[in-house]
């Protein structure tokens, strides 16, 4: 029951710039709680990749940051690599609910 | 470092009850602070919060699957375990184990495929 709101895929050239939206309400994001990033490469597990809005865990390189402004959170990946390619998924806390909640998910396609 | 690994049946026929264990090393289950959580994935969909046992035993649980779910501590075999009452069809996901901290998930198990199947 995913309330964060991704693109369902983005794509881009090697070496471009591409930014994957996350859409939440009053009551998760716009409450003012943060909001997490993970990377899942195909048959795989997630792995963290932004916490906290914007920091990366030791060894996540510097191509990737994250934002966040008012009910939505964006990641950027630049300098795109082959590599890149997987799903990303946003994470925040959802206060009405009071639990976790994850986004739908965006397929990151390398042209 | 903390490293994660589920185990379990894989395959459930419908009604039956789903029962996973986490086996945590390089790390205590019951070190001051520490959530240990499940997320579930259907193949092809996107990922859910399941819920987290604390170091001292408390619960959060996704309300969607509260009266079905427990999740509860081993610290004997420092693991941690998954149960789901009453699966269906709609209960067909991998299935990972993985660490709560300061409010996301890290590091995750490599993850477990449950089917239900009559």
């Known amino acids: 029951q995913s309330v964060l709101t991704q693109p369902p895929s983005v794509s881009g050239a090697p070496g471009q710039r591409v930014t994957i939206s996350c859409t939440g309400s009053?009551?998760?994001?716009?409450?003012?709680?943060?909001v997490y990033w993970y990377q899942q490469f195909l048959g795989t597990a997630p792995k963290l990749l932004i916490y906290d809005n914007n920091n990366r865990p030791s060894g996540v390189p510097d191509r990737f940051s994250g934002s966040k402004s008012g009910a939505s959170a964006s990641l950027a990946i630049t300098g795109l690599q082959a590599d890149d390619e997987a799903d990303y998924y946003c994470?925040?806390?959802?206060?009405?609910?009071?639990?976790?909640?994850f986004g739908t998910g965006t397929k990151v396609t390398v042209l | 470092q903390v490293q994660l690994q589920e185990s379990g049946p894989g395959l459930l026929k419908p009604s039956e009850t789903l029962s996973l264990s986490c086996t945590v090393s390089g790390g205590s289950v019951n070190t001051d602070g520490s959530y240990w959580s499940w997320i579930r994935q259907p193949p092809g969909k996107g990922l859910e919060y399941i819920g987290y046992?604390?170091?001292?035993?408390?619960?959060n649980y996704n309300p969607s699957l509260k009266s079905r779910v427990t999740i509860s501590l081993d610290t004997s075999k420092n693991q941690f375990s998954l149960t789901l009452t009453s699966v269906t069809a709609a209960d067909t996901a991998v299935y990972y184990c993985?660490?709560?901290?300061?409010?996301?998930?890290?590091?995750w198990g490599q993850g477990t495929l449950v089917t239900v199947s009559s």
């Open positions: 994470q925040s806390f959802d206060r009405s609910l009071r639990t976790y909640v």
């Open positions: 046992v604390s170091y001292i035993g408390n619960n």
């Open positions: 993985s660490r709560e901290i300061r409010n996301c998930f890290d590091p």
């Open positions: 009053s009551s998760d994001i716009g409450a003012g709680y943060h």
